[in-house]
């Protein structure tokens, strides 16, 4: 289906509530896309019907699927479209939302979550084995750099 690495996978009964067994496969790594400043987390996940994987019963990034059979990705779910140092996308603009301008100057307190986010990131990193796929990373301008 895609070039994610596969993280799990399980066949489910056709007793469970469906009427065939299915093929249950998560995806999951440090995406790199040219382009952006850095790979980030992804979760995701593809069910079809067993034996016919064109057949498909649901897939993306359904955490709470993923985590009723897995939950040791809670980690990585938490983490999911954040960078490789665990910055979550759109933090700063998300952070002023969020604080609907109740600060002067807000972007300080979001900066001091930075070490947190990185040290949770690479325990993620460390604790699922997970690889940068996708577009080569780094990218050969910024090793010379």
């Given at each position: 289906?895609?070039?994610?690495?596969?993280?799990?996978?399980?066949?489910?009964?056709?007793?469970?509530?469906?009427?065939?067994?299915?093929?249950?496969?998560v995806?999951?790594g440090?995406?790199?896309?040219?382009?952006?400043?850095?790979?980030?987390?992804?979760?995701?996940?593809?069910?079809?019907?067993?034996?016919?994987?064109?057949?498909?019963?649901?897939?993306?990034?359904?955490?709470?699927?993923?985590?009723?059979?897995?939950?040791?990705?809670?980690?990585?779910?938490a983490?999911?479209?954040?960078?490789?140092?665990?910055?979550?996308?759109?933090?700063?603009?998300?952070?002023?939302?969020?604080?609907?301008?109740?600060?002067?100057?807000?972007?300080?307190?979001?900066?001091?979550?930075?070490?947190?986010?990185?040290?949770?990131?690479?325990?993620?990193?460390?604790?699922?084995?997970?690889?940068?796929?996708?577009?080569?990373?780094?990218?050969?301008?910024?090793?010379?750099?």
């Amino acid at each position: 289906m895609n070039n994610e690495p596969v993280l799990a996978t399980r066949i489910i009964p056709g007793n469970l509530g469906t009427a065939c067994s299915l093929k249950f496969t998560v995806y999951g790594g440090l995406h790199h896309i040219k382009g952006n400043h850095a790979p980030y987390f992804s979760l995701t996940y593809w069910e079809h019907r067993k034996g016919f994987p064109n057949q498909c019963q649901s897939g993306g990034a359904g955490h709470e699927r993923i985590l009723e059979y897995y939950p040791q990705f809670a980690d990585l779910a938490a983490l999911h479209l954040s960078d490789i140092d665990g910055v979550p996308m759109h933090a700063e603009s998300n952070g002023w939302y969020n604080l609907a301008g109740a600060l002067p100057d807000n972007a300080g307190e979001i900066r001091q979550q930075e070490p947190r986010w990185k040290q949770e990131a690479d325990a993620c990193i460390a604790r699922h084995g997970l690889v940068v796929y996708g577009d080569p990373w780094p990218i050969a301008a910024e090793v010379v750099a």
